[in-house]
Each structure stands twice: as structure tokens, then as C-alpha cells.
């Protein structure tokens, strides 16, 4: 049985094109998988803190020298990752926000980035993912257009995602970025092609 963790993160809980993007892939995957499991994680209803100094601190002691203080600072962090762990894919929901992920999300990853639970540090210094075999679906919007004109250097959304992800092992297997959602005249060809690009790779 597939799992798929979702995990959306944009401010609108209502009329938000990067939820109604999630809802349509996750619609097409449960389709492609019947008997799949999905949890949901939502950043906005589900509020994640920033990482503080003590969070910190535990991430760098080993587990025989952590302290009640400390066991308490890692737990949502060990949450997660357990969470993350136990997800065969992964599909991460985000709006762009000034030119990057909205800070729940960072947050989010703060949290779950962590050295000796999913990433490594080899001897000469390089990193290596600890998530293996599993595989991730980016929904992106933006309210303008980015592709392909002088503003996708300004784009870190997509490149930060792919990145970090890539960081802790778990591949990027499609980005559906949906962009122009601010304007009218555009948006329904925008979506109608992303739900095309959707279906091809969801198909039966």
C-alpha cells in the first residue's frame, strides 16, 4: 500500500490555487492508487514554530546526553520526520511569496532537516540523503509569469524546493508550476494545461 504525505502551506484556506492544484493531484493519485494511504498536513491549521536555540542543541547531541529540556525542543522534530519517513511520496503544495516559499513552509523544513536523520556529512565534508526511494510532486503557483522571461532568476521557489529535497535523498519526480494566476485572461488555459500535464503522468 502507497502512502502519500501532503503538506500544504499557502495562507488561503479558501480560493487558493496552490490547494486546488494539491486537491486535483492528489485526486488523480488516489485514482492510480485505490488502496493508497494519504496524510495531511496543513501548515496553517496546524501552526509549525520556528526552530529555537535548544531545537538547535538537540539536533547535535547524541541521544545518551539529551535532556528533558531537550528531548521536549526535538519532539515535533522527531513528529516529522517519523511523518516524513513513512511516506512512499511526498506532495508539497506552495504559493510563491516574495519570491520564495512562504515561511510556514520553511519552518516545516527547518524542522525536518537534521543531520544523522535525514541527511549525512561524509568524511570529506559532502553531503548525502538518508530518505531513499522516495519520490516528491511539487504543486507551485505564482501570480505572475517567470518561465522563460527576465523574472525567472527571481524564482526561488522552485529551485529551493528541488534543492532541499534532493538534500535529504528524495527525488523531485514533477514540478506542475502553474503560474499567471493573476491574470484573467491567462488563468483557465494555465490550469487546463497543468491538469493535462497532471492526467498524463497519473494515467491508468
Not at 56 to 84: H, N, P, W
Not at 86 to 110: F, G, H, Q, R, T
Amino acid at each position: 500500500m502507497k502512502t502519500l504525505l501532503r503538506i500544504d502551506s499557502s495562507s488561503r484556506t479558501q480560493g487558493s490555487h496552490s490547494r486546488e492544484l494539491a486537491d486535483y493531484l492528489e485526486t488523480k493519485w488516489r485514482a492510480l492508487h485505490p488502496s493508497g494511504k494519504v496524510i495531511y498536513r496543513d501548515l496553517v491549521t496546524s501552526v509549525i514554530p520556528h526552530i529555537h536555540d535548544t531545537t538547535i542543541q538537540g539536533f547535535y547531541t547524541s541521544k545518551e546526553r539529551m535532556t528533558e529540556e531537550v528531548i521536549a525542543a526535538t519532539a515535533l522534530s522527531d513528529q516529522l520526520i517519523k511523518e516524513l519517513s513513512v511516506a512512499d511520496e511526498i506532495l508539497i503544495s506552495s504559493p510563491l511569496y516574495n519570491l520564495n516559499i512562504p515561511s510556514n513552509l520553511k519552518a516545516y523544513i527547518d524542522h525536518i532537516v537534521r543531520i544523522d536523520h535525514t541527511f549525512g556529512i561524509h568524511k570529506d565534508g559532502s553531503y548525502y540523503g538518508l530518505l531513499k526511494d522516495k519520490k516528491a510532486y511539487l504543486a507551485l503557483v505564482k501570480g505572475g509569469t517567470y518561465m522563460g522571461t527576465s523574472m525567472q532568476a527571481y524564482d526561488f521557489q522552485e529551485p529551493y524546493l528541488s534543492a532541499i529535497l534532493h538534500h535529504m535523498g528524495i527525488m523531485v519526480k514533477n514540478i506542475f508550476s502553474l503560474e499567471g494566476t493573476s491574470k484573467t485572461d491567462v488563468l483557465q488555459h494555465n490550469i487546463a494545461n497543468i491538469h493535462k500535464q497532471i492526467d498524463t503522468i497519473f494515467k491508468n
